[in-house]
């Protein structure tokens, strides 16, 4: 069953601008993550914020969880054309188990 | 490159065929996965592996077999698929933290497309 739900599903910025992507999920969770995909590819793990924490940050991304609302939102700050991708959010339990959302198509326009 | 590898990239077949897809990492991760992510369709979570031992299987169709040899290797076997079973295979390890926070590491997945 499907977990995350990201909002918007596409996103289309000019590079320099900052791309704000949010999930929603509907059970408890151990923690979240965002993974980054180009067109056809697999996947890449970019940041994992644990169920305790509030807002972590890796380079020109920020990440904040809200537990009490079951939401997260990753910014990414002054974007560039080779941010162009899917962005998914992931939610893990104490288990192997990561459910990924249906994802959100950035296009950062040159 | 990952450190997980797939094999083939794309594979056409017809409903009859069986074929298999090959995942292998060279991570040294003690657990490995099967998603499948088809068209305007969140990515779905189809096996899990952990030391060899399959611990998840998500009431996935039995004309999907995987196998895991060792930890190294999963295999996904294929026979009589359906059209609708055109998608990108995507194979996953990780190493467990024991915190309970898995972060996967995906091969570049397989196309698979089902005539």
């Known amino acids: 069953s499907q977990q995350g739900e990201e909002d918007p599903q596409a996103l289309s910025i000019q590079e320099g601008e900052n791309a704000t992507m949010n999930c929603s999920y509907k059970?408890?969770?151990?923690?979240l993550q965002w993974y980054r995909q180009n067109s056809g590819r697999g996947l890449v793990h970019l940041i994992l914020?644990?169920?305790?924490?509030r807002e972590k940050h890796s380079g020109r991304l920020r990440v904040t969880l809200d537990t009490s609302k079951k939401s997260s939102s990753l910014l990414i700050t002054a974007s560039r054309a080779a941010d162009t991708a899917s962005y998914f959010c992931?939610?893990?339990?104490?288990?192997?188990?990561?459910?990924f959302g249906s994802g959100t198509r950035l296009l950062v326009r040159p | 490159e990952t450190g997980v590898t797939q094999t083939p990239r794309h594979l056409v077949m017809g409903m009859t065929n069986k074929k298999s897809l090959k995942c292998e990492q060279h991570?040294?991760?003690?657990?490995m996965y099967w998603y499948k992510q088809s068209a305007k369709k969140p990515l779905e979570l189809m096996f899990v592996y952990s030391l060899e031992e399959r611990v998840e299987n998500n009431s996935v169709p039995s004309r999907f077999s995987p196998e895991c040899p060792n930890s190294s290797h999963l295999f996904l076997h294929l026979h009589t698929l359906q059209p609708e079973d055109s998608a990108l295979y995507l194979c996953?390890?990780?190493?467990?933290?024991?915190?309970?926070?898995?972060?996967?590491?995906f091969g570049a997945g397989s196309r698979l497309t089902v005539l």
């Open positions: 992931a939610t893990g339990d104490s288990s192997y188990k990561l459910i």
């Open positions: 996953a390890s990780s190493q467990p933290t024991g915190r309970g926070a898995n972060v996967l590491t």
């Open positions: 991570l040294g991760h003690n657990a």
């Open positions: 059970t408890s969770i151990n923690n």
């Open positions: 914020i644990r169920s305790n924490e």
